[in-house]
């Protein structure tokens, strides 16, 4: 088990050195494309072009280049924005990222337990009203688009109902070391926004999944040995089910933490990573583009290497030794 | 068992999977019950057990096991029987097994469903009984999972999950089916060995007259749903009188005998749709006649069978060197 951790971490620490090599090649060796005019900006003048050309060794061998550029990245860390002159980049990735994994943690925690709970009780009540109604709304819920549902909400409890939800701030975002409770006031309505549309995907699914599992062989083995209904559910189907669901949850999560969650940040004015993305290819600002794009990698393949070794501790048919 | 029927309700009509299925089964008695596939066989012992579990499915008959009439109770009062009164064997090991738990884990559970024993008693129990069902290094392999042993050994597994609450009946559903045949020779001694050791009475279903002749006391020909013979094994293997039989026979090959080709019974298993209203093997049966339109019973004492045909006729048919052996 110790070795399968250590290898999966090892394949991607590889990935994601691979995506840094892909994603400074497609920034800097485009053909056709003067990089340095790029980061410069619009209408830069060529006393920048020169110091730019200088600041990432653009004269220099491809390699050396991109040296230079993970060096200013991650060890320099002094990036700077050439589009809002003197803005350091990577700040704004550290500032903007606790925003998005505030929003992206505590939305999963909610969508995971709306829905396993929905999932299970669904499967449990097979052909009684309470399945079908369920997964109507799982299917409701998918469908409501986040930044519909997102203004509808922020407008009801802003002004309709305001004086029912006088205690909910408006938009923004307090860090949860200024103030856990006014962090988790001002994120209520984000996350549960953002979990609808997650918990009623994750409802349907392992339902699904329960309901095949309890087709299974060895559920008619488990009620062979006496076993309640119940406990075949929640112990053998379950466990076996789950294993899709925290696969789907590794990719769901890393892409959200990575800058999927754009739109609910938008309604709710969170300044997270998303948000930035969007801001920095509105205004072309390549450092902060290439940083927010590697951010936004490497999050989806650690969370896909969480999720493997997760995926070991359930399964025990992947924890093969070779 | 009496007069055991289930049949299910479907968009094309009405099937009757088991139709009329009596059977006795004795204590420390081995009992097979033969027949192709979709002749009923398995049905019959998962609704005796209540493990059918479908909307449409219409069970009617009488179980009664140790004097008390099982069939048609409510989940609460089985658990107590499944698995731990009567355990049950499946055809495929390579499913049978929940693939995230280890085997040791679920023949534990099993047990402590069924007795008070603690976890620490429960797994000596389980290492006595892997190392019982011949797995070596039962102690460590305790700890393994399903998908680390091979067909034969998970079977093993099974079978001594099964046996872990010393059940008064064991139902083997073809437990021997999905294995390679050394691996069958095996599983047969096997069960064989344990019936002595556990006193259990066996039903073991079957589609090999090969398993039936090496483990039945009695035996139970099944057709369409419906018994076509039955008696004691030497009789029905020896001297069987249903045509069916004849066929099913027949179709085992023998050393030293060389043919053409392999003796088949000419046609398939009808769909159950359209068993007719007579003798449901009529259509395939090379000596039909008339009188077959209309159902024969099951007659006789001992070696029963459900034929027309008449002493005389059968005794000039298989003189004739037909209906081998």
Redesign the interface.
Known sequence: MFSFVLRRLASAVLVMFSISVMVFLIFFATPGVNPAARIAGRSASPQVLAQVSAEFGLNRPLPVRYGLMMWHLFFKQDLTSYVNIGVKVIPQITGAAPVTLSLVLGAAVIWLVVGVLGGLVAAANR?RWIDPLIMFGGIAAVSIPVFWLGQVVGLLTQTKFHSVFRWLPGSGYVSFTQSPGQWALHLLLPWLTLATLYAGVYARVLRAELVNAMN???V??????????RRILM??AL??SL?SVVSLFGLDFGSLVGGAALLTEVVFGLPGIGMLTDTSLQNLDLPVIMACVMYGAFFIVAASAVVDVLYAV????VRVVK | MRDLSVSFATRQGVVRAVDGLSLDVAAREVVGIVGESGSGKSVAMYSM?G?VRD?NATISGSVVFEGREILGLP?KE???????QI??I?Q?PM????????VGWQIV??IR??TDMTKGQAKARAIELLAEVGIPDARRRVDS?P?EFSGGMRQRV?IA??LSCNPRLLIADEPTTALDVTTQAQILELMGRLRDTHGSSIVIITHDMGVIAEMADRVTVMYAGRPVESGPEVDVVRAPRHPYTWGLLGAVPRLGERSERLATIPGNVMSPLEVPEGCAFAPRCEYAMAQCAQRPALTGTGHQHACWLGEEQRVAIRSDGKGAP
């Open positions: 052909g299974e062989d060895y008619r083995t488990a009620r062979a040995k006496g076993l309640s209904e112990r053998h466990r076996c294993i359930l399964d025990p048919r | 057990l493990l909307a989940d089985m658990q107590p029987l499944r698995g731990g355990g049950m499946f495929d499913t049978a097994l929940t693939p995230v738990f280890s559970e099993q469903q069924h999972f998908h099974v999950m099964a």
